[in-house]
């Protein structure tokens, strides 16, 4: 099945004509539209896959603009390349905005296909990891309406899982027999397929202890066994929502 995405950028440019051509043969089927905020107009207003491709002359306003888009339509943007001198509020816009940025036309093409495909998705796939089967069934009723909700009740059975299904997101309590949550992240960082995967600690330890010793981890957040139900869901919500990925 091809992976229909928009692409914006000057098709004359060698390095866009070549990324699209990189594109399609991974199998997506770009539509290309020229870098002017008229063609924004055009657009559905409904969630889409949107790629830019960055350059030196680029007017800054074209950004903006599509950020105004992103806002109305929830549409998954994908920066690529780079912009010259921009100030430093520009530069902190960029920063800001929920994307996936790439550095230079020099992409791992499965990383952006991945992603790509993951966003696609009508539903945002979350992976629950807990031993507790009490909390599995609260978290799969809290989020399983809004959410394709999968449960693993320990971190063998979690890496398993993930060497066969894709998730967006794992939601990973910190205490488990045998395995625990640090001890799966750590291996989830070591694996090149996974270390870019979003880990949320779901926890019931919120010591500063418990919280430094993985912070060379990365985890994307911590949430609290303790908060309500909507207070957990409205927080993998906004995740969702404000994601940004940077790509050297």
């Given at each position: 099945?091809?992976?229909?995405?928009?692409?914006?950028?000057?098709?004359?440019?060698?390095?866009?004509?070549?990324?699209?051509q990189?594109?399609?043969?991974?199998?997506?089927?770009?539509?290309?539209i020229?870098?002017?905020?008229?063609?924004?107009?055009?657009?559905?207003?409904?969630?889409?896959?949107?790629?830019?491709?960055?350059?030196?002359?680029?007017?800054?306003?074209?950004?903006?603009?599509?950020?105004?888009?992103?806002?109305?339509?929830?549409?998954?943007?994908?920066?690529?390349?780079?912009?010259?001198?921009?100030?430093?509020?520009?530069?902190?816009?960029?920063?800001?905005?929920?994307?996936?940025?790439?550095?230079?036309?020099?992409?791992?093409?499965?990383?952006?296909?991945?992603?790509?495909?993951?966003?696609?998705?009508?539903?945002?796939?979350?992976?629950?990891?807990?031993?507790?089967?009490?909390?599995?069934?609260?978290?799969?009723?809290?989020?399983?309406?809004?959410?394709?909700?999968?449960?693993?009740?320990?971190?063998?059975?979690?890496?398993?899982?993930?060497d066969?299904?894709?998730?967006?997101?794992?939601?990973?309590?910190?205490?488990?027999?045998?395995?625990?949550?640090?001890?799966?992240?750590?291996?989830?960082?070591?694996?090149?397929?996974?270390?870019?995967?979003?880990?949320?600690?779901?926890?019931?330890?919120?010591?500063?202890?418990?919280?430094?010793?993985?912070?060379?981890?990365?985890?994307?957040?911590?949430?609290?066994?303790?908060?309500?139900?909507?207070?957990?869901?409205?927080?993998?919500?906004?995740?969702?929502?404000?994601?940004?990925?940077?790509?050297?």
């Open positions: 099945m091809k992976k229909e995405v928009y692409v914006m950028g000057e098709e004359s440019r060698m390095v866009v004509k070549n990324f699209l990189e594109l399609r043969a991974a199998g997506c089927e770009p539509t290309v020229r870098p002017e905020p008229e063609t924004l107009q055009g657009l559905p207003d409904s969630p889409f896959q949107l790629i830019v491709c960055l350059e030196e002359k680029m007017d800054f306003r074209i950004i903006k603009d599509v950020a105004d888009k992103q806002k109305k339509s929830g549409l998954s943007l994908y920066l690529i390349g780079s912009m010259g001198n921009l100030s430093l509020e520009n530069e902190q816009f960029l920063k800001q905005l929920p994307c996936a940025r790439f550095a230079s036309y020099t992409i791992d093409m499965p990383v952006l296909t991945k992603l790509l495909e993951s966003n696609a998705s009508e539903k945002k796939r979350i992976l629950v990891v807990d031993d507790e089967p009490i909390l599995l069934r609260s978290v799969k009723g809290w989020l399983g309406d809004e959410f394709e909700v999968s449960l693993v009740n320990s971190g063998e059975m979690a890496l398993e899982f993930l066969m299904h894709p998730v967006d997101l794992v939601l990973l309590d910190y205490r488990m027999p045998t395995m625990d949550g640090p001890e799966v992240l750590r291996k989830i960082r070591e694996d090149a397929h996974f270390q870019n995967l979003p880990v949320i600690f779901l926890t019931a330890s919120n010591d500063k202890e418990s919280v430094m010793s993985v912070m060379h981890l990365k985890p994307n957040g911590y949430l609290l066994k303790t908060m309500a139900p909507e207070e957990i869901k409205k927080a993998v919500r906004d995740f969702f929502g404000n994601r940004t990925f940077v790509f050297s």
